[in-house]
């Protein structure tokens, strides 16, 4: 708690608070102390407590952990904490099993192994004791990583810092650095405060060569500092990124850090991983082959809701069979079920294999009752799935008492002559369909079957002679909001690079169903993979793979819109090339292996029902409920939040600049002391007070997100704001000091009422003219707020004790005529100056 409130206390203007705070407590100006002490006490209230709350619920979130672990010690199994798990530990996994440590398998049995969260790759891997690849790969066990099929026993080789996780926890150690708008506000409070108080002993040097007291003057000194500087600026960030914090926990976003919604409005690429981000993370069968036509299996997940759709120009009778046919042949062939929602409204859920449970889904789409499968064709015997064989068979009694054999694995290890009794033209068409579908990113697989009068008395004899009916194709599909928040990232100039650690052309087929990339003309050339699936030749020049980068091979990471198969450290070397262009960046994730590049971001998103906690302890802002669409929210959030910081720079530092103007021009122009302290004070309290924190809470510009983001080299005051303070400060100046000399030319007017009221009904003229959108319900505060400083302004010359304490003196109608005229051209040139501006983050 000390250090969060610390770091809300170093910020450059609260510091500069800090210093006038104790001025006027050591000139013994009490009133200001207090407002001084309470906006800083408030905005450091608001932000730490804000920081609490978000950790809280980050906390909340937590859904993956490795709680305990099944070990075998001096020769019996027990049960221990994770955590407490040692290299030479024995494991035991079954289905479900979270990996606590890095392994070395020992034995296995049909085992695979989710490892998206490490690898980005949404497909299981298979794993076995007696597999090699390369460097054993096919052996190891990565921390993390759950087991989805099957069941295995691993020795522990690593944990802690020698673990995956700990290599990847290691490129976490890097410092948060300050946000844009942090940078460029504190390089404001800094100038600010060099020129307000240069400014302000030149103040205090002409009173004194004017013959006023050292007191007087020292108190118009520190009154004229804290006016002109907008105090009430932390207060007004801090409110309206809190503002922005509630709207995005309304909607399923948890801010960690409030400065990551103002960043988010600035962000000029953003990064985002595939599976789970992009995609929903479930396997869907998406469309089925057979030599009779084609059909598209619709809906996504597990439930059962979508139909089966059949291409035109078939026989609806034929091909509609045989799409049956390869479905039930594909259920039968499965080792996975389904599990129906407990609750109304609940998602079907899957035990297995993700590959088998979509074939299930799809055969639930079209009408194949699932129990009554099983339970008319029981299952007899089985060939289980194998690296080597790449394909599983098993043996089914019919109703009829005959055997039904039903396979299903890789294209390449079914679409033979020793497999399927079939004829050359016949196995060469289906390569070909295999072939365009695994181009497309599909996983493919081949199902074919059989029907015998007795049981295979050599079960590898049995894969022989069966009928080819047809393929496959599976994928993880988009979520249906991604296509449209990407459409909605071009519309605000903010470029998307697709990071995975997928495959190629998986990454490439997603993206262009995504926008991100151009869909392929008719003839085209395509990414072409060699058997191993490794990739061959990279025709497209928008996808990259991790081997490229390590080779060196690309010079401009800017440039490349989709990497595939690419590691931890390489999604963050991304991450810092765009850094280095100056670009802002936002990542987002879900994964292990997004940690790193998630921590070194500008601002880093990551899931939290699907996240790892690493991805959710490493992000700025956590998306409840995984929707990427929430990102544009937060965006849109984001640059609201900027504007209305600048719009409020433009009032408060136009006011300030005239209070200084006044107090400097005044006395060459007859006016002894302008305006008194208190005076000062008051304005300042009313202009800087309720209605500059109002100003914070003003709706998003109409035209936010059809807008390029703000150049990240821009200063805050940037983009002509420099010249339109000064403009409208020149305006405001130049309207007090006309009302004050002509009263003080009339003879016997109180001339310097009058400009005290003038110069502050200028300001809140101005105040609401900035409005850019006059009749929004949105933010009724501040009009009320203009409405009661204004009255409060009026009061000063009215209320005996306001009067005295003050130094004002009542004006009747007719002397109220300048603040009147004072308030509507404030107004007119607050709306005029938006009119050509895109509101004012333009």
């Given at each position: 708690?000390?250090?969060?409130?610390?770091?809300?206390?170093?910020?450059?203007?609260?510091?500069?608070?800090?210093?006038?705070?104790?001025?006027?407590?050591?000139?013994?100006?009490?009133?200001?102390?207090?407002?001084?002490?309470?906006?800083?006490?408030?905005?450091?209230?608001?932000?730490?407590?804000?920081?609490?709350?978000?950790?809280?619920?980050?906390?909340?979130?937590?859904?993956?952990?490795?709680?305990?672990?099944?070990?075998?010690?001096?020769?019996?199994?027990?049960?221990?904490?994770?955590?407490?798990?040692?290299?030479?530990?024995?494991?035991?996994?079954?289905?479900?099993?979270?990996?606590?440590?890095?392994?070395?398998?020992?034995?296995?049995?049909?085992?695979?192994?989710?490892?998206?969260?490490?690898?980005?790759?949404?497909?299981?891997?298979?794993?076995?004791?007696?597999?090699?690849?390369e460097g054993g790969q096919d052996r190891q066990l990565r921390a993390g990583t759950v087991?989805?099929?099957?069941?295995?026993?691993?020795?522990?080789?690593?944990?802690?810092?020698?673990?995956?996780?700990?290599?990847?926890?290691?490129?976490?150690?890097?410092?948060?650095?300050?946000?844009?708008?942090?940078?460029?506000?504190?390089?404001?409070?800094?100038?600010?405060?060099?020129?307000?108080?240069?400014?302000?002993?030149?103040?205090?040097?002409?009173?004194?060569?004017?013959?006023?007291?050292?007191?007087?003057?020292?108190?118009?000194?520190?009154?004229?500092?804290?006016?002109?500087?907008?105090?009430?600026?932390?207060?007004?960030?801090?409110?309206?990124?809190?503002?922005?914090?509630?709207?995005?926990?309304?909607?399923?976003?948890?801010?960690?850090?409030?400065?990551?919604?103002?960043?988010?409005?600035?962000?000029?690429?953003?990064?985002?991983?595939?599976?789970?981000?992009?995609?929903?993370?479930?396997?869907?069968?998406?469309?089925?082959?057979?030599?009779?036509?084609?059909?598209?299996?619709?809906?996504?997940?597990?439930?059962?809701?979508?139909?089966?759709?059949?291409?035109?120009?078939?026989?609806?009778?034929?091909?509609?069979?045989?799409?049956?046919?390869?479905?039930?042949?594909?259920?039968?062939?499965?080792?996975?079920?389904?599990?129906?929602?407990?609750?109304?409204?609940?998602?079907?859920?899957?035990?297995?294999?993700?590959?088998?449970?979509?074939?299930?889904?799809?055969?639930?789409?079209?009408?194949?009752?699932?129990?009554?499968?099983?339970?008319?064709?029981?299952?007899?015997?089985?060939?289980?799935?194998?690296?080597?064989?790449?394909?599983?068979?098993?043996?089914?009694?019919?109703?009829?008492?005959?055997?039904?054999?039903?396979?299903?694995?890789?294209?390449?290890?079914?679409?033979?002559?020793?497999?399927?009794?079939?004829?050359?033209?016949?196995?060469?068409?289906?390569?070909?369909?295999?072939?365009?579908?695994?181009?497309?990113?599909?996983?493919?697989?081949?199902?074919?079957?059989?029907?015998?009068?007795?049981?295979?008395?050599?079960?590898?004899?049995?894969?022989?002679?069966?009928?080819?009916?047809?393929?496959?194709?599976?994928?993880?599909?988009?979520?249906?909001?991604?296509?449209?928040?990407?459409?909605?990232?071009?519309?605000?100039?903010?470029?998307?690079?697709?990071?995975?650690?997928?495959?190629?052309?998986?990454?490439?087929?997603?993206?262009?169903?995504?926008?991100?990339?151009?869909?392929?003309?008719?003839?085209?050339?395509?990414?072409?993979?060699?058997?191993?699936?490794?990739?061959?030749?990279?025709?497209?020049?928008?996808?990259?793979?991790?081997?490229?980068?390590?080779?060196?091979?690309?010079?401009?990471?800017?440039?490349?819109?989709?990497?595939?198969?690419?590691?931890?450290?390489?999604?963050?070397?991304?991450?810092?090339?765009?850094?280095?262009?100056?670009?802002?960046?936002?990542?987002?994730?879900?994964?292990?292996?997004?940690?790193?590049?998630?921590?070194?971001?500008?601002?880093?998103?990551?899931?939290?029902?699907?996240?790892?906690?690493?991805?959710?302890?490493?992000?700025?802002?956590?998306?409840?409920?995984?929707?990427?669409?929430?990102?544009?929210?937060?965006?849109?959030?984001?640059?609201?939040?900027?504007?209305?910081?600048?719009?409020?720079?433009?009032?408060?530092?136009?006011?300030?600049?005239?209070?200084?103007?006044?107090?400097?021009?005044?006395?060459?122009?007859?006016?002894?002391?302008?305006?008194?302290?208190?005076?000062?004070?008051?304005?300042?309290?009313?202009?800087?007070?309720?209605?500059?924190?109002?100003?914070?809470?003003?709706?998003?510009?109409?035209?936010?997100?059809?807008?390029?983001?703000?150049?990240?080299?821009?200063?805050?005051?940037?983009?002509g704001l420099w010249n339109r303070v000064l403009a409208f400060g020149a305006l405001i100046?130049?309207?007090?000091?006309?009302?004050?000399?002509?009263?003080?030319?009339?003879?016997?007017?109180?001339?310097?009422?009058?400009?005290?009221?003038?110069?502050?009904?200028?300001?809140?003229?101005?105040?609401?003219?900035?409005?850019?959108?006059?009749?929004?319900?949105?933010?009724?505060?501040?009009?009320?707020?203009?409405?009661?400083s204004a009255a409060l302004g009026v009061a000063a010359l009215y209320v005996p004790a306001?009067?005295?304490?003050?130094?004002?003196?009542?004006?009747?109608?007719?002397?109220?005529?300048?603040?009147?005229?004072?308030?509507?051209?404030?107004?007119?040139?607050?709306?005029?100056?938006?009119?050509?501006?895109?509101?004012?983050?333009?």
């Amino acid at each position: 708690m000390w250090s969060r409130t610390a770091a809300q206390l170093r910020d450059p203007l609260i510091l500069v608070l800090l210093a006038a705070l104790v001025l006027t407590v050591a000139i013994g100006d009490h009133p200001d102390a207090v407002v001084i002490g309470f906006v800083v006490v408030v905005n450091t209230a608001v932000g730490v407590t804000q920081e609490v709350r978000a950790d809280q619920a980050v906390e909340a979130l937590t859904a993956i952990s490795a709680p305990g672990a099944r070990v075998r010690r001096d020769g019996a199994e027990q049960q221990v904490p994770a955590k407490t798990v040692v290299p030479g530990d024995v494991v035991l996994l079954g289905e479900g099993d979270i990996v606590p440590a890095d392994a070395t398998l020992l034995e296995s049995s049909a085992l695979l192994v989710d490892e998206s969260a490490v690898t980005g790759e949404s497909v299981p891997v298979e794993k076995s004791a007696k597999g090699a690849g390369e460097g054993g790969q096919d052996r190891q066990l990565r921390a993390g990583t759950v087991t989805v099929h099957g069941r295995a026993v691993a020795e522990v080789t690593a944990t802690g810092a020698s673990s995956t996780l700990g290599q990847i926890a290691a490129l976490l150690e890097s410092k948060v650095e300050p946000t844009p708008l942090q940078r460029h506000l504190a390089g404001l409070g800094r100038v600010l405060a060099l020129v307000t108080i240069g400014l302000c002993l030149v103040v205090l040097l002409l009173g004194l060569a004017r013959g006023q007291s050292l007191e007087v003057m020292a108190v118009t000194a520190v009154s004229l500092a804290v006016a002109a500087v907008p105090e009430s600026l932390p207060a007004v960030v801090t409110l309206s990124l809190a503002l922005g914090a509630g709207r995005m926990a309304a909607r399923h976003a948890i801010v960690r850090r409030l400065s990551a919604v103002e960043t988010l409005g600035s962000v000029t690429m953003l990064a985002t991983d595939k599976t789970g981000t992009l995609t929903e993370g479930v396997m869907v069968v998406e469309e089925v082959w057979t030599p009779y036509g084609r059909a598209a299996i619709t809906g996504t997940g597990y439930g059962p809701e979508g139909e089966v759709r059949l291409h035109q120009g078939v026989h609806e009778a034929q091909a509609g069979e045989a799409v049956r046919a390869v479905l039930v042949a594909a259920a039968l062939c499965n080792d996975a079920t389904l599990e129906a929602p407990t609750e109304p409204g609940g998602a079907w859920a899957a035990l297995g294999d993700p590959t088998e449970a979509a074939l299930l889904t799809a055969a639930g789409k079209a009408g194949i009752d699932l129990g009554r499968l099983v339970h008319e064709f029981p299952r007899i015997g089985e060939m289980p799935f194998d690296s080597a064989r790449r394909r599983m068979s098993t043996f089914h009694r019919t109703p009829a008492g005959d055997v039904q054999i039903a396979l299903k694995g890789a294209p390449e290890a079914v679409l033979r002559p020793g497999v399927v009794a079939a004829t050359p033209q016949s196995l060469a068409v289906a390569r070909d369909e295999a072939a365009r579908l695994a181009e497309g990113g599909y996983r493919v697989l081949a199902v074919a079957a059989a029907t015998r009068a007795q049981p295979p008395a050599d079960p590898p004899a049995a894969e022989a002679g069966l009928a080819l009916l047809g393929l496959v194709a599976m994928s993880d599909p988009p979520k249906s909001s991604a296509a449209v928040t990407l459409a909605a990232c071009r519309r605000a100039g903010i470029t998307t690079v697709l990071i995975t650690g997928d495959h190629p052309a998986t990454a490439a087929a997603i993206a262009r169903r995504l926008g991100l990339l151009p869909e392929l003309e008719q003839g085209a050339p395509r990414l072409r993979t060699a058997g191993s699936g490794d990739v061959e030749d990279l025709t497209d020049g928008n996808v990259v793979t991790g081997g490229q980068l390590e080779a060196g091979e690309i010079a401009d990471l800017t440039r490349v819109r989709v990497f595939a198969r690419t590691s931890p450290a390489q999604k963050l070397e991304i991450v810092q090339a765009w850094r280095a262009e100056g670009g802002v960046t936002a990542m987002t994730g879900d994964g292990v292996n997004d940690g790193p590049a998630l921590r070194q971001a500008d601002i880093g998103v990551a899931m939290g029902h699907r996240g790892t906690e690493v991805a959710r302890q490493a992000a700025d802002l956590v998306l409840a409920d995984d929707d990427v669409a929430t990102v544009m929210t937060a965006v849109k959030e984001g640059r609201r939040i900027y504007d209305n910081i600048r719009r409020f720079l433009l009032y408060g530092l136009s006011g300030g600049a005239a209070e200084i103007a006044v107090m400097l021009l005044g006395p060459l122009m007859g006016l002894a002391l302008p305006l008194r302290a208190g005076q000062i004070l008051w304005i300042n309290l009313l202009t800087h007070g309720l209605t500059g924190v109002a100003m914070g809470a003003e709706p998003a510009s109409l035209g936010a997100m059809e807008r390029p983001p703000r150049p990240p080299q821009q200063h805050v005051l940037g983009g002509g704001l420099w010249n339109r303070v000064l403009a409208f400060g020149a305006l405001i100046t130049a309207m007090s000091l006309a009302a004050g000399v002509w009263a003080e030319r009339q003879g016997g007017l109180p001339w310097q009422s009058m400009l005290f009221l003038t110069l502050l009904t200028a300001q809140l003229g101005l105040c609401f003219g900035l409005r850019e959108q006059w009749r929004t319900r949105e933010n009724p505060f501040l009009p009320v707020a203009v409405a009661v400083s204004a009255a409060l302004g009026v009061a000063a010359l009215y209320v005996p004790a306001l009067r005295t304490l003050l130094e004002t003196e009542p004006l009747n109608g007719y002397e109220l005529l300048p603040a009147a005229v004072a308030f509507a051209v404030g107004l007119a040139a607050g709306h005029r100056s938006l009119r050509g501006s895109q509101g004012t983050g333009g």
